[in-house]
T-cell receptor
Framework: NAGVTQTPKFQVLKTGQSMTLQCAQD?????MYWYRQDPGMGLRLIYY???????DKGEVPNGYNVSRLNKREFSLRLESAAPSQTSVYFC??????????????FGPGTRLTVL | AQTVTQSQPEMSVQEAETVTLSCTYD???????LFWYKQPPSRQMILVIR????KQQNATENRFSVNFQKAAKSFSLKISDSQLGDTAMYFC????????????WGLGTSLAVNP
């Protein structure tokens, strides 16, 4: 049981390049999330997926697209990277149900630099 | 709007002593969940402790405990017998119950445990 995994761990892009950040979870969770973390800004939600086949915008969706490929995988795509997208990106997942199961489990993060 | 405020950007404590990190939040909802997450230098986001708003009893996890004051909308984290490994950023967050369960995050408190 690996939990939430993210690839790559580090990436450097040039402005205008595209790339996809991969996230997978093996905990049979329904909900998955993509965050970015910037100094002084805390964690901000980019997109989330409440279940397979559905995605919704979060707080800062501009410049990103997502795909919920199946229940396990939730990818984040930057079509044309900009320096403002330099950040640490976290994927998270959450099990179904209510109350004590309302906990998000995080991946190790991807540090992205756009030059 | 729902918000989370962590008023202490940085704190330090001597090893083996006790430290309290403060968190206040604002919501008009009655059904919600509160969390403290720890982010060590490795960048992994780790759940420390969780509290359901409907429970009056304060949550405790080993050396970590909370002081949950629902009327005051306060959710402080107490770390007893601080250890060097507790050095990290600590984030307070809450989630409204219901279908759209997104986490709302504070900006974090950087805690340094000194030998």
């Amino acid at each position: 049981n690996a939990g939430v995994t993210q690839t790559p761990k580090f990436q450097v892009l040039k402005t205008g390049q595209s790339m996809t950040l991969q996230c997978a979870q093996d905990m049979n969770h329904n909900s998955m999330y993509w965050y970015r973390q910037d100094p002084g800004m805390g964690l901000r939600l980019i997109y989330y997926s409440a279940s397979e086949g559905t995605t919704d915008k979060g707080e800062v969706p501009n410049g990103y697209n997502v795909s919920r490929l199946n229940k396990r995988e939730f990818s984040l795509r930057l079509e044309s990277a900009a320096p403002s997208q330099t950040s640490v990106y976290f994927c998270a997942s959450k099990p179904p149900g209510v109350r004590s199961t309302d906990t998000q489990y995080f991946g190790p993060g991807t540090r992205l630099t756009v030059l | 709007a729902q918000t989370v405020t962590q008023s202490q950007p940085e704190m330090s404590v001597q090893e083996a002593e006790t430290v309290t990190l403060s968190c206040t939040y604002d919501t008009s909802e009655s059904n919600y969940y509160l969390f403290w997450y720890k982010q060590p230098p490795s960048r992994q986001m780790i759940l420390v402790i969780r509290q359901e708003a409907y429970k009056q009893q304060n949550a405790t996890e080993n050396r970590f405990s909370v002081n949950f004051q629902k009327a005051a909308k306060s959710f402080s984290l107490k770390i007893s017998d601080s250890q060097l490994g507790d050095t990290a950023m600590y984030f307070c967050a809450f989630m409204i119950g219901g279908n759209n369960r997104k986490l709302i995050w504070g900006l974090g408190t950087s805690l340094a445990v000194n030998p």
